[in-house]
């Protein structure tokens, strides 16, 4: 007679098929490097650094905003590249970011990667990851406007970095990141800026 | 006449040079690789699969535990790894982990980075460090089995690992991980055991 599984078992099977699905993030390069130019970063400590960055400067988040809610969009919020990849913000002169094909084959990554977890815990990802991308509620514009400041002090640190790659400009800069940043968390980019401003001739 | 620093600049100043120093973890190499064996991990992205395996495996957690504490300190847990290097758990036969050599150097790397911090992030986050390593509250507790169960499948999945590097036997792995994990998370180690026991031929 054939053993009827544990549901106990076949929970933590789930549970760990996700958790080995997700260290391939750590494969997924991203154009950014380190800020000691040594190599590019992946997926996976870009998001480490940013959950610490969530911890760290708390106190610029307006006061409606939960940050352990943040620090858990920050952990899930890049999962979606083990399967679509890194779409660097200044590539195809700042258009392929947010382009709808992009948009759909995350929805998909999304759908699959997600779905490998058990359902609630499957609902519970999802939504805070469809919630992160949406950037409405205040955790999500803030998460978002951090994850918008690392890579400007990783090219700042490293010498120009995607900068340079991509041949920005300050204004492509203040339009494609700056306002970003502003929009959740506007003394951090105050601060970003006067660092900033002299790599561009300001 | 000099100008008086903002405040807030200065706060800004402190909680960046934090930020700053910590992409340095990522650079700091542990014994175990990724789970395709592809190349070995590194202590930032180690970190962030870490947070993510205690927002997954919440539900195996005691019902006093805060995974959102535990998620931060999970975050921290390496940190001090900047200055002193990974101590693999495996290496010197078991031994060298918690020296009390490793435990002074350990300490003086917490000093100097959490130093970098504010004030009263230095001692929130101290304080956070301290309790893991400490390994006696609840929270603590279910972390340090986490950190102890990664690496348990990144050697599985990858076909040895440091069990190979090391000639670690069963019974060093159970007295070295398996006891370790038991005392935080029980059923986690039944599950994982029973996925490890036959690559040492059980
Ligand atoms: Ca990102």
């Not at 339009?175 to 502003?182: C, F, H, Q, Y």
Request: glycine share 6%.
């Amino acid at each position: 007679m054939p053993q009827t599984p544990d549901p106990q078992t076949s929970r933590l099977d789930a549970q760990f098929a996700f958790l080995n699905e997700a260290d391939r993030l750590k494969s997924v390069l991203r154009a950014t490097t380190l800020c000691d130019g040594s190599r590019r970063e992946n997926s996976g400590e870009h998001s480490w650094h940013l959950a610490l960055y969530a911890m760290v400067l708390a106190d610029q988040a307006p006061p409606d905003v939960s940050i352990d809610r943040v620090i858990r969009m920050l952990i899930l919020h890049d999962l979606v590249e083990i399967d679509v990849g890194d779409v660097p913000i200044h590539s195809a002169n700042g258009a392929a970011h947010a382009s709808l094909e992009t948009q759909a084959a995350e929805q998909r990554a999304a759908d699959r990667i997600f779905g490998l977890l058990p359902a609630d815990l499957a609902h519970s990802f999802r939504a805070l990851w469809d919630e992160f991308e949406a950037a409405e509620t205040p955790d999500a514009v803030f998460a978002k406007s951090l994850d918008r400041v690392q890579p400007v002090l990783a090219n700042l640190l490293s010498g120009g970095g995607t900068w340079t790659t991509y041949s920005v400009t300050w204004d492509q800069l203040e339009s494609r990141v700056g306002n970003k940043i502003a929009r959740g968390a506007p003394r951090i980019w105050d601060w970003v800026k006067a660092q900033v401003r002299p790599f561009f001739g300001g």
